[in-house]
């Protein structure tokens, strides 16, 4: 069964910076592109973050230049560093994969999803 799970969300203060993990089992997804989205309070998923097999890496303008998104093919594993955190940032914090090698934005494109991770900022 392929599977996401995510890790790593908590309470911090604005300016703080957390790390969020995504683990996959059940299949390599290795060659597949990976993503990050969150979902505010009565919003609709957004995307965050995304990083191809190979590595390269597009952002929401929201976060470019304090979120930064990598992965490791051997370990099966994805990450999203948040450095100066804010309060609009707050969310849950979904990943997510899909199995076709082409860039998108729009959550209906993934078929992969985690079971989220809760993100709160306090001002």
């Known amino acids: 069964q392929v599977q996401l799970v995510e890790s790593g969300g908590g309470l911090v203060q604005a300016g703080d910076s957390l790390r969020l993990s995504c683990a996959a089992s059940g299949r390599s997804f290795s060659r597949y592109p990976m993503a990050w989205f969150r979902q505010a309070l009565g919003k609709e998923r957004a995307f965050v973050a995304h990083?191809?097999?190979?590595?390269?890496?597009a952002y929401a303008d929201s976060v470019k230049g304090r979120f930064t998104i990598s992965r490791d093919n051997a370990e099966n594993t994805m990450t999203l560093q948040m450095n100066s955190l804010k309060p609009e940032d707050t969310a849950v914090y979904y990943c997510a994969s899909r199995y076709s090698n082409d860039f998108t934005t729009s959550p209906s494109d993934y078929a992969i999803w985690g079971q989220g991770t809760q993100v709160t900022v306090s001002s």
């Open positions: 990083i191809n097999w190979v590595g390269s890496t």
